[in-house]
Protein backbone atom coordinates (compact mmCIF):
# COMPACT_ATOMS: atom_id res chain seq x y z
CA UNK A 1 0.00 0.00 0.00
CA UNK A 2 3.00 2.17 0.80
CA UNK A 3 4.59 1.80 -2.54
CA UNK A 4 1.44 2.41 -4.20
CA UNK A 5 0.80 6.02 -2.37
CA UNK A 6 3.83 6.63 -3.13
CA UNK A 7 3.68 6.23 -6.85
CA UNK A 8 0.65 8.06 -6.55
CA UNK A 9 1.90 10.96 -4.78
CA UNK A 10 4.62 11.47 -7.58
CA UNK A 11 2.10 11.13 -10.28
CA UNK A 12 3.94 7.98 -11.41
CA UNK A 13 0.35 6.76 -12.30
CA UNK A 14 1.42 3.68 -14.89
CA UNK A 15 3.57 2.32 -11.89
CA UNK A 16 0.98 2.39 -9.77
CA UNK A 17 -1.52 0.62 -11.84
CA UNK A 18 0.90 -1.81 -12.70
CA UNK A 19 1.20 -2.61 -8.56
CA UNK A 20 -2.88 -2.39 -7.96
CA UNK A 21 -3.45 -4.95 -11.30
CA UNK A 22 -0.83 -7.06 -9.36
CA UNK A 23 -2.45 -7.26 -6.13
CA UNK A 24 -5.53 -7.20 -7.01
CA UNK A 25 -5.08 -11.04 -8.93
CA UNK A 26 -4.95 -12.57 -5.07
CA UNK A 27 -7.23 -9.85 -3.11
CA UNK A 28 -10.08 -8.45 -6.04
CA UNK A 29 -12.29 -7.75 -3.40
CA UNK A 30 -9.63 -5.59 -1.16
CA UNK A 31 -11.92 -2.31 -0.61
CA UNK A 32 -8.19 -0.27 -0.12
CA UNK A 33 -6.95 -1.70 -3.63
CA UNK A 34 -9.99 -0.75 -4.95
CA UNK A 35 -9.91 2.79 -3.43
CA UNK A 36 -6.47 3.44 -5.00
CA UNK A 37 -6.98 1.96 -8.15
CA UNK A 38 -10.34 4.67 -8.60
CA UNK A 39 -7.79 7.42 -7.28
CA UNK A 40 -5.28 6.33 -10.38
CA UNK A 41 -8.04 6.43 -12.95
CA UNK A 42 -9.36 9.98 -11.70
CA UNK A 43 -5.61 11.23 -12.11
CA UNK A 44 -5.58 9.72 -15.50
CA UNK A 45 -8.53 11.98 -16.54
CA UNK A 46 -11.10 8.62 -16.53
CA UNK A 47 -13.77 10.21 -13.61
CA UNK A 48 -16.52 7.47 -14.93
CA UNK A 49 -14.22 4.29 -14.20
CA UNK A 50 -13.02 5.99 -11.33
CA UNK A 51 -16.90 6.45 -9.96
CA UNK A 52 -17.40 2.98 -10.78
CA UNK A 53 -14.26 1.78 -8.91
CA UNK A 54 -15.55 3.99 -5.70
CA UNK A 55 -19.17 2.26 -6.00
CA UNK A 56 -17.57 -1.12 -6.00
CA UNK A 57 -15.25 -0.39 -2.90
CA UNK A 58 -18.01 1.05 -1.19
CA UNK A 59 -20.05 -1.99 -2.20
CA UNK A 60 -17.46 -3.96 0.06
CA UNK A 61 -16.06 -1.75 2.40
CA UNK A 62 -18.54 0.59 3.03
CA UNK A 63 -18.39 4.42 2.84
CA UNK A 64 -15.45 6.32 4.27
CA UNK A 65 -14.33 9.96 4.46
CA UNK A 66 -11.21 9.48 1.45
CA UNK A 67 -13.88 7.68 -0.77
CA UNK A 68 -16.54 9.85 -0.37
CA UNK A 69 -14.08 13.11 -1.54
CA UNK A 70 -12.55 11.13 -4.12
CA UNK A 71 -16.26 10.34 -5.26
CA UNK A 72 -17.10 14.36 -4.94
CA UNK A 73 -13.95 14.81 -6.95
CA UNK A 74 -15.07 12.26 -9.63
CA UNK A 75 -18.44 14.19 -9.93
CA UNK A 76 -16.83 17.64 -9.79
CA UNK A 77 -14.73 16.33 -13.13
CA UNK A 78 -17.52 15.02 -14.91
CA UNK A 79 -19.03 18.64 -14.32
CA UNK A 80 -21.76 17.49 -11.67
CA UNK A 81 -21.17 19.76 -8.95
CA UNK A 82 -24.56 18.73 -7.73
CA UNK A 83 -23.86 15.40 -6.89
CA UNK A 84 -20.46 16.61 -5.93
CA UNK A 85 -21.33 18.85 -3.13
CA UNK A 86 -22.86 15.92 -1.06
CA UNK A 87 -19.91 13.86 -1.01
CA UNK A 88 -17.85 16.28 -0.06
CA UNK A 89 -19.94 16.89 3.02
CA UNK A 90 -20.36 13.70 3.64
CA UNK A 91 -16.80 13.41 3.91
CA UNK A 92 -16.56 15.77 6.40
CA UNK A 93 -19.14 14.36 8.33
CA UNK A 94 -17.75 11.19 8.46
CA UNK A 95 -14.19 12.99 9.35
CA UNK A 96 -14.53 16.76 10.28
CA UNK A 97 -10.80 16.58 10.58
CA UNK A 98 -10.36 16.08 6.96
CA UNK A 99 -8.73 19.46 5.93
CA UNK A 100 -9.00 18.18 2.18
CA UNK A 101 -12.55 17.68 2.25
CA UNK A 102 -12.51 20.97 3.22
CA UNK A 103 -10.89 22.84 0.52
CA UNK A 104 -12.23 20.92 -2.01
CA UNK A 105 -16.02 21.72 -1.00
CA UNK A 106 -14.60 25.39 -0.32
CA UNK A 107 -13.69 25.35 -4.19
CA UNK A 108 -16.96 23.95 -5.48
CA UNK A 109 -18.26 26.83 -3.55
CA UNK A 110 -16.15 29.17 -4.79
CA UNK A 111 -16.93 27.74 -8.65
CA UNK A 112 -20.39 28.24 -7.82
CA UNK A 113 -19.99 31.77 -6.83
CA UNK A 114 -20.84 31.02 -3.03
CA UNK A 115 -18.35 32.83 -1.93
CA UNK A 116 -19.02 33.24 1.99
CA UNK A 117 -19.55 29.71 2.27
CA UNK A 118 -16.55 29.15 0.04
CA UNK A 119 -14.62 31.37 3.00
CA UNK A 120 -15.61 29.57 5.86
CA UNK A 121 -14.66 26.10 4.47
CA UNK A 122 -11.53 27.99 3.15
CA UNK A 123 -10.71 28.83 6.62
CA UNK A 124 -11.96 25.78 8.21
CA UNK A 125 -9.12 23.42 5.80
CA UNK A 126 -6.58 26.50 6.97
CA UNK A 127 -7.35 25.45 10.75
CA UNK A 128 -6.68 22.12 10.08
CA UNK A 129 -3.69 22.37 8.05
CA UNK A 130 -1.92 26.04 8.34
CA UNK A 131 0.33 24.99 5.41
CA UNK A 132 -2.62 23.90 2.97
CA UNK A 133 -1.32 26.84 0.11
CA UNK A 134 -4.13 26.27 -2.00
CA UNK A 135 -6.90 27.11 0.66
CA UNK A 136 -5.08 30.62 0.88
CA UNK A 137 -5.47 30.80 -2.37
CA UNK A 138 -9.27 30.23 -2.89
CA UNK A 139 -9.80 32.74 0.09
CA UNK A 140 -7.86 35.54 -2.12
CA UNK A 141 -10.20 33.87 -5.19
CA UNK A 142 -13.55 34.53 -3.32
CA UNK A 143 -12.32 37.92 -1.93
CA UNK A 144 -12.00 38.90 -5.23
CA UNK A 145 -15.27 37.49 -6.35
CA UNK A 146 -16.67 39.59 -3.46
CA UNK A 147 -15.20 42.89 -5.05
CA UNK A 148 -12.53 43.58 -2.23
CA UNK A 149 -9.30 43.38 -4.12
CA UNK A 150 -7.06 44.47 -1.04
CA UNK A 151 -8.04 41.61 0.68
CA UNK A 152 -7.78 39.64 -2.00
CA UNK A 153 -4.69 40.79 -2.42
CA UNK A 154 -3.84 40.20 1.13
CA UNK A 155 -4.14 36.55 0.71
CA UNK A 156 -2.35 35.65 -2.41
CA UNK A 157 0.04 37.40 -0.93
CA UNK A 158 0.04 35.00 1.96
CA UNK A 159 -0.54 31.64 -0.40
CA UNK A 160 3.03 32.78 -2.26
CA UNK A 161 4.24 33.22 0.91
CA UNK A 162 3.71 30.00 2.39
CA UNK A 163 4.36 28.36 -0.87
CA UNK A 164 8.16 29.66 -0.76
CA UNK A 165 8.57 27.83 2.12
CA UNK A 166 7.68 23.99 -0.05
CA UNK A 167 9.92 22.00 -2.25
CA UNK A 168 7.09 21.20 -4.26
CA UNK A 169 5.63 24.38 -5.46
CA UNK A 170 2.26 25.37 -6.72
CA UNK A 171 2.24 28.93 -9.84
CA UNK A 172 -1.74 29.15 -9.06
CA UNK A 173 -1.30 31.96 -6.35
CA UNK A 174 0.94 34.45 -8.11
CA UNK A 175 -1.13 33.49 -11.43
CA UNK A 176 -4.02 35.03 -9.49
CA UNK A 177 -2.21 38.08 -8.36
CA UNK A 178 -0.60 38.71 -11.49
CA UNK A 179 -4.24 38.21 -13.14
CA UNK A 180 -6.19 40.33 -10.70
CA UNK A 181 -2.96 43.35 -11.18
CA UNK A 182 -3.69 43.38 -15.19
CA UNK A 183 -7.33 43.75 -14.23
CA UNK A 184 -6.70 46.66 -12.21
CA UNK A 185 -4.04 48.41 -14.70
CA UNK A 186 -1.19 47.60 -12.30
CA UNK A 187 1.09 46.34 -14.75
CA UNK A 188 4.59 46.72 -13.86
CA UNK A 189 3.13 45.06 -10.29
CA UNK A 190 1.81 42.00 -12.50
CA UNK A 191 4.81 41.18 -14.25
CA UNK A 192 7.29 39.38 -11.65
CA UNK A 193 4.66 37.32 -10.31
CA UNK A 194 3.70 36.27 -13.75
CA UNK A 195 7.42 35.53 -14.10
CA UNK A 196 7.58 33.69 -11.04
CA UNK A 197 4.58 31.47 -12.00
CA UNK A 198 6.67 30.37 -15.38
CA UNK A 199 9.39 29.72 -13.21
CA UNK A 200 7.68 27.48 -11.46
CA UNK A 201 6.64 25.94 -14.46
CA UNK A 202 7.35 27.30 -17.75
CA UNK A 203 4.35 25.38 -19.53
CA UNK A 204 1.59 26.27 -17.55
CA UNK A 205 -1.16 27.95 -20.30
CA UNK A 206 -2.55 30.35 -18.44
CA UNK A 207 0.56 32.06 -16.85
CA UNK A 208 1.63 32.00 -21.01
CA UNK A 209 -1.49 33.37 -21.51
CA UNK A 210 -1.98 36.26 -18.69
CA UNK A 211 2.02 37.31 -20.00
CA UNK A 212 0.65 37.56 -23.06
CA UNK A 213 -2.01 39.99 -22.39
CA UNK A 214 0.53 41.65 -19.84
CA UNK A 215 2.85 42.32 -22.92
CA UNK A 216 -0.50 43.39 -25.55
CA UNK A 217 -0.91 46.09 -22.83
CA UNK A 218 2.43 46.97 -22.64
CA UNK A 219 2.58 47.69 -25.79
CA UNK A 220 4.93 44.86 -26.75
CA UNK A 221 2.89 43.04 -29.62
CA UNK A 222 5.63 40.56 -31.14
CA UNK A 223 6.23 39.48 -27.40
CA UNK A 224 2.93 39.04 -26.60
CA UNK A 225 1.72 37.14 -30.04
CA UNK A 226 5.03 35.14 -28.99
CA UNK A 227 3.37 34.22 -25.42
CA UNK A 228 0.22 33.20 -26.68
CA UNK A 229 1.69 31.18 -29.85
CA UNK A 230 3.36 29.46 -26.21
CA UNK A 231 -0.12 29.15 -24.71
CA UNK A 232 -1.91 27.48 -27.14
CA UNK A 233 0.71 24.79 -27.48
CA UNK A 234 0.53 24.37 -23.97
CA UNK A 235 -3.33 24.10 -24.08
CA UNK A 236 -4.63 23.78 -27.54
CA UNK A 237 -8.35 24.63 -26.21
CA UNK A 238 -7.23 27.95 -24.93
CA UNK A 239 -9.83 30.14 -27.01
CA UNK A 240 -8.66 33.39 -25.76
CA UNK A 241 -4.85 32.77 -27.03
CA UNK A 242 -6.78 32.28 -30.24
CA UNK A 243 -8.29 35.41 -30.22
CA UNK A 244 -5.99 37.61 -28.95
CA UNK A 245 -3.22 36.23 -31.04
CA UNK A 246 -5.62 36.75 -34.31
CA UNK A 247 -6.01 40.24 -33.20
CA UNK A 248 -2.48 41.29 -32.92
CA UNK A 249 -1.88 38.96 -36.32
CA UNK A 250 -4.19 41.88 -38.22
CA UNK A 251 -2.39 44.56 -36.28
CA UNK A 252 0.99 43.32 -37.25
CA UNK A 253 -0.33 42.29 -41.10
CA UNK A 254 -0.33 38.70 -40.71
CA UNK A 255 -3.88 38.08 -42.36
CA UNK A 256 -3.16 34.40 -43.36
CA UNK A 257 -2.31 33.57 -39.65
CA UNK A 258 -5.28 36.14 -38.08
CA UNK A 259 -7.75 34.14 -40.10
CA UNK A 260 -6.61 30.54 -39.03
CA UNK A 261 -6.70 31.95 -35.45
CA UNK A 262 -10.03 33.33 -35.70
CA UNK A 263 -11.11 29.89 -37.56
CA UNK A 264 -9.80 28.17 -34.33
CA UNK A 265 -10.90 30.27 -32.18
CA UNK A 266 -14.57 30.02 -33.37
CA UNK A 267 -14.72 26.57 -33.65
CA UNK A 268 -13.46 26.06 -29.52
CA UNK A 269 -15.91 28.42 -28.53
CA UNK A 270 -19.12 26.76 -31.12
CA UNK A 271 -17.87 23.57 -29.20
CA UNK A 272 -18.12 24.82 -25.73
CA UNK A 273 -21.68 25.98 -26.35
Request: aromatic content about 8%; hydrophobic content about 40%.
Amino acid sequence: MADIKACIANRQLEAAEKIIVSEMMTRPQDPELITLFAEVRLDQGRAPEAVTLLNDAERVGGVTALRAQLMGLAYSAGGRLDLAEPQFRSAIQLDPQFAAAHYFLARLLYTRNRFDESIQESKAAIGLSPDLVRAYENLGLCYEGKHDLKEAERWYLEAIHRDAKNLTKTEWPAIDLGTMLIHAERLSEAKPYLAQALAINPGNAQALFQMGVLLEKSGDASGALQKFREAMKADPNLAGAYYHAARLCQKLGQADEARQYFARFKQITEKKR
